[in-house]
């Protein structure tokens, strides 16, 4: 919720779901520019998520952010191995957050202001 919150601030367009298949469910609905989810979710789980987006045709282009307290190196290279583009701990560090999302959106254009 407060990365949510933080998003409409900036100006950015949010759909929430509150799982692993209703981010596949939503992001066929409407294709988003970016993916941040839990690593820890009910009925799937950020891998298998993860996995199942980077597999389908339409959705495996979206840069996806995985946000985790998960302090394990094995979890943060499994889910780099599965397509992750970048992660971020929780507690969200907010400058940092704009420094992924900048570089995920606009690659070659530096970053958000």
Not at 62 to 87: H, K, N, Q, W, Y
Request: glycine share 6%.
């Amino acid at each position: 919720m407060l990365i949510s919150r933080f998003l409409t601030q900036t100006g950015c367009s949010i759909c929430l779901t509150a799982n692993g298949a209703e981010v596949l469910e939503e992001s066929r609905k409407r294709i988003p520019d970016i993916i941040i989810m839990d690593y820890h979710m009910d009925i799937m789980d950020g891998k298998d998520t993860l996995v199942s987006l980077k597999k389908d045709p339409i959705l495996k282009h979206i840069p996806v952010i995985i946000a985790t307290g998960d302090a394990f190196l094995e979890s943060r290279e499994l889910m780099m191995a599965a397509g992750a583009s970048a992660f971020i701990e929780k507690p969200i560090d907010y400058k940092f957050l704009i420094k992924v999302l900048s570089q995920q959106l606009h690659p070659l254009s530096g970053e958000l202001q």
